[in-house]
């Protein structure tokens, strides 16, 4: 089982592209993997013969484990299974022996409402920080297994039955991420917010000067997302605190900005990355989110696609959005919440004058930034947006 993502401890296992004793090759698709962030297509790191597949579909499995093997025409499947450590990453073909308690299912069993009930590790531990009586808990997952949305759904239930009308809908595996995620973060992490209102006129129209340039070498129109990436990852270098990472060792200051970008899809919203976005032109900026954008509404992100982020910003303006507050996605320190370009009345030199004006939401983790430090990113990135020729 690869690690896809920072702090995964588990991933569930949805499907299998091939089956046992197919031929494979090198980067075709081979399974698909629902981590805490999406459903993820896994690539076979190496061609030869699918062997000696030991996970079952639905199944939820400790990262470094074992779940096939791709063998030569030939060799033989190995007798004992060997894992990778929980924090070796997606494509490595090192492996190590799991610990006895993560890969004997009697252990896990154990804990659980009873020997026959499954339960994610997810569901367990919100269980545990709710107060909710696994015993009590219906599971909605595979084979019955308990999921954490049904120890949401049990924490929030009335105390006394009583009659309901409307019709109830079953969350997509995405949307059930979704509430995970966010529950999680919301729940666990200090949120406070800083907003800022800033004029665009140089940011639109600079973007209208490149539009042309930019479309003819590379047949695409840079958005104003595109824009604001390429700008925020470039502040962010001056303001570590704003791109670093909450973990259990402190705080991790990352030397480049991998910008995650907010994506609606249809049963929810994924983050795709744009990696060393402070070193990328607006061309290819624009390149790849496209690229990842068509991956993430099709249903085939890649797991590099989701990977390690260090910095969010979630773009709501093309809904005419004025102004929202995004929930922080860790172990990031910070997401940008951009609302919609539109006309007001501001002082102009004392006189009132109509601008195109938008407002950035700045969310961060209290363990991580304070509110000097939020307000002072938030200057810096307000000089970029009325001087966007930095990019050059």
Not at 14 to 19: D, I
Not at 131 to 145: H, P
Not at 378 to 390: M, W
């Amino acid at each position: 089982m690869p690690a896809l993502e920072m702090a995964q401890e588990t991933g569930k296992l949805l499907a299998w592209r091939k089956q046992e004793g197919d031929r494979v090759s090198k980067g075709e698709p081979l399974l698909e993997i629902e981590t805490d962030k999406a459903v993820v297509e896994v690539e076979a790191p190496a061609d030869g013969i699918l062997a000696g597949i030991k996970a079952a579909v639905g199944a939820d499995i400790p990262v470094g484990q074992t779940i096939a093997w791709i063998l030569a025409p030939g060799e033989a499947t190995p007798v004992d299974s060997t894992t990778t450590a929980p924090a070796a990453r997606a494509g490595s073909h090192a492996k190590a022996e799991p610990s006895h308690a993560a890969s004997d299912p009697s252990a896990a069993a154990a804990d659980a409402p009873s020997p026959k009930t499954k339960i994610s590790p997810k569901a367990r531990r919100l269980a545990k920080e709710s107060g909710v009586d696994l015993s009590t808990v219906s599971g909605s997952g595979s084979g019955g297994e308990i999921l954490a949305s049904d120890v949401q759904a049990a924490a929030s239930a009335p105390a006394t039955p009583e009659k309901k009308s409307g019709r109830i809908e079953i969350p997509s595996s995405l949307g059930r991420i979704m509430a995970d995620r966010t529950t999680q973060s919301w729940t666990t992490v200090p949120h406070f917010f800083v907003t800022r209102e800033i004029e665009a006129t140089a940011l639109k129209e600079y973007r209208e000067r490149i539009v042309s340039q930019i479309e003819h070498s590379h047949q695409l129109r840079p958005s104003h997302t595109d824009l604001l990436v390429a700008l925020t990852a470039r502040v962010l270098l001056k303001h570590p605190r704003l791109n670093a990472s909450w973990t259990a060792e402190g705080i991790r200051l990352h030397d480049h900005v991998n910008m995650g970008i907010a994506i609606a899809v249809n049963d929810g919203v994924v983050a795709a990355v744009i990696p060393n976005a402070q070193a990328a032109s607006l061309g290819e900026i624009s390149k790849l989110r496209l690229e990842v954008a068509e991956r993430a509404r099709a249903g085939k992100l890649r797991p590099a696609d989701i990977a390690d982020a260090t910095f969010t910003i979630s773009n709501l303006g093309m809904y005419q959005v004025d102004q929202f507050s995004a929930i922080i996605t860790p172990p990031q320190a910070a997401i940008l919440a951009v609302g919609s370009i539109a006309d007001r009345v501001v002082a102009v030199n004392g006189q009132p004058a109509v601008r195109p004006m938008m407002k950035l939401t700045l969310s961060c983790d209290h363990r991580v930034v304070d509110g000097a430090r939020a307000a002072l990113f938030l200057n810096d990135l307000a000089q970029s947006i009325r001087e966007p020729e930095i990019l050059k």
